[in-house]
């Protein structure tokens, strides 16, 4: 490993440190801890503001993220870059990532051993990046970062304090964007629950609400059942 990336690797690095950042980007890019490795066009690293507060998390990169090396550049991608704007935001302010930062052949769900071996990149993403909120798109990246099982219907819109990377954050679960995609009235959640994103930026971390368990919402037509199939619910 080059001494860059070795430097990348190690906590001395200052906040938003963009030689450090980029430096982890060289060193991801050459990645070869799990499978995945041999079967990716590329390593979708993470793109954005190395100084953004505000941070996304989605599951791992698809068909065209793979092709780009840019995570969200297909129609969600596009749905969330229209999201930002309606808060006065825009793709360049915030930092987009993947828990996975390899695409599972034919878009599977990812295995725990590739979680493992792909996790610590994002919490170093975390570290360097130092944002304070982190909203997590969709169900498998809400799970994991909360550490809880409690699904993205139950936790949407509530945010929690965390520390993850060894910052402090408020994780912010969000329906992945691509829920609207699949049922149009979703949108109308999406566009209210990123409208208290600023409300979150503007404030201080604070202990977690309590969190009052809803029923999961069965799924009403079967393009909602192959939502809930793709974790977006």
């Known amino acids: 490993m080059a001494a860059a990336a070795i430097d990348a690797l190690s906590p001395?690095?200052?906040?938003?440190?963009?030689?450090?950042?980029?430096?982890?980007?060289?060193?991801?890019s050459g990645c070869t801890r799990c499978p995945l490795s041999a079967t990716r066009t590329q390593v979708v690293f993470g793109s954005g503001s190395p100084t953004a507060d505000l941070m996304f998390v989605g599951e791992a990169p698809g068909f065209h993220e793979d092709k780009q090396g840019i995570p969200f550049v297909g129609a969600a991608g596009q749905l969330l870059g229209k999201l930002l704007a309606g808060i006065g935001l825009t793709r360049d302010d915030v930092f987009v990532a993947n828990v996975l930062k390899c695409r599972p052949p034919g878009n599977r769900d990812p295995l725990p051993e590739e979680i493992a071996a792909c996790e610590s990149h994002l919490f170093r993403q975390v570290e360097l990046i130092q944002p304070r909120v982190i909203a997590t798109l969709g169900n498998f990246a809400t799970k994991l970062l909360s550490g809880k099982p409690d699904g993205i219907t139950r936790v949407h819109g509530r945010e929690q304090e965390m520390v993850l990377g060894g910052t402090r954050v408020l994780l912010y679960p969000i329906f992945h964007p691509a829920a609207a995609l699949y049922t149009p009235r979703m949108l109308d959640v999406l566009k209210a629950d990123f409208e208290r994103l600023p409300e979150l930026l503007g404030r201080e971390a604070v202990p977690p609400p309590t969190v009052v368990a809803l029923p999961d919402r069965p799924a009403e037509s079967p393009a909602e059942q192959a939502a809930v199939q793709l974790g977006l619910f």
């Open 12 to 28: 001395h690095s200052e906040p938003g440190d963009r030689s450090a950042l980029a430096a982890l980007h060289d060193a991801v």
